[in-house]
């Protein structure tokens, strides 16, 4: 939607066009936590999207993204990660509840295969298409790793990667880093976990996910 717009179309098309077309997905997820998610369903199951958010995101922020899909002929599938949105919280505690905290990295995954077996594949779409933002691309990544005959093709916005370069010296890796980001955003990076993405020819590229905590300073603009 052309943005010029959207702040006068958003109330009067987007939001009926949501409350009319969703369909409310929930479903017990790793550690029996309620994952809440949307489909939305054209009518000749063609292709279908899932859309794996990045961090601290809920679908309601896609709604937008989702509709403009949904005019382009794609069904939609989207569900919250646990601990964010509104799926339920790995903590207990009230004051911890807008942590975005999980015990295990894998449990995003396994939550994903569940929404994917358990919900997409029985809509019979002759295609399926998955679409990872930030944290969400790593989390796709994973996925992928063990299950790429699930999907037809993947795409990784901004995703959490960092490219093992095991033939460079750390410390030209750390100069170039600082050319592009800066020392401060460079310094603040975080190692969260290792990945490994496989396509369906057998192609395995090797990456160290990362969690940029000065996202807005990175050369592709992301929000996690």
């Given at each position: 939607m052309i943005d010029d717009h959207l702040q006068d179309e958003y109330g009067t098309v987007i939001v009926p066009f949501w409350k009319e077309k969703n369909h409310?997905?929930?479903?017990?997820?790793?550690d029996g936590l309620k994952i809440r998610g949307m489909a939305f369903l054209q009518p000749s199951p063609e292709t279908t999207i899932v859309?794996?958010?990045?961090?601290?995101?809920?679908?309601?922020?896609?709604?937008?993204?989702?509709h403009d899909?949904?005019?382009?002929g794609y069904s939609v599938f989207i569900a919250d990660h646990r601990g964010q949105g509104l799926s339920d919280r790995v903590l207990a505690d009230e004051t911890?509840?807008?942590?975005?905290?999980?015990?295990?990295?894998?449990?995003?995954v396994s939550d994903l295969r569940k929404f994917y077996r358990d919900f997409v594949r029985p809509?019979?779409?002759?295609?399926?298409?998955?679409?990872?933002?930030?944290m969400g691309g790593c989390i796709a990544s994973l996925y992928l790793e063990k299950q790429y005959q699930?999907?037809?093709a993947a795409v990784l916005s901004s995703p959490m990667h960092e490219?093992?370069?095991?033939?460079?010296?750390?410390?030209?890796?750390?100069?170039?880093?600082?050319?592009?980001?800066?020392?401060?955003?460079?310094r603040?990076?975080?190692?969260t976990n290792t990945a490994t993405t496989r396509t369906k020819n057998s192609r395995t590229d090797t990456f160290r996910s990362t969690l940029e905590s000065d996202a807005s300073r990175v050369r592709r603009k992301s929000c996690c």
């Open positions: 409310p997905i929930s479903f017990q997820g790793t859309i794996s958010s990045g961090q601290s995101e809920s679908f309601l922020k896609y709604k937008e993204f989702v899909l949904y005019l382009q911890k509840r807008q942590m975005g905290h999980v015990r295990d990295f894998q449990d995003y809509t019979a779409h002759k295609k399926h298409v998955l679409l990872g933002h930030s699930d999907f037809d490219p093992r370069l095991g033939f460079l010296p750390t410390g030209i890796v750390d100069a170039m880093l600082d050319l592009e980001l800066g020392p401060a955003a460079r603040n990076t975080r190692l």
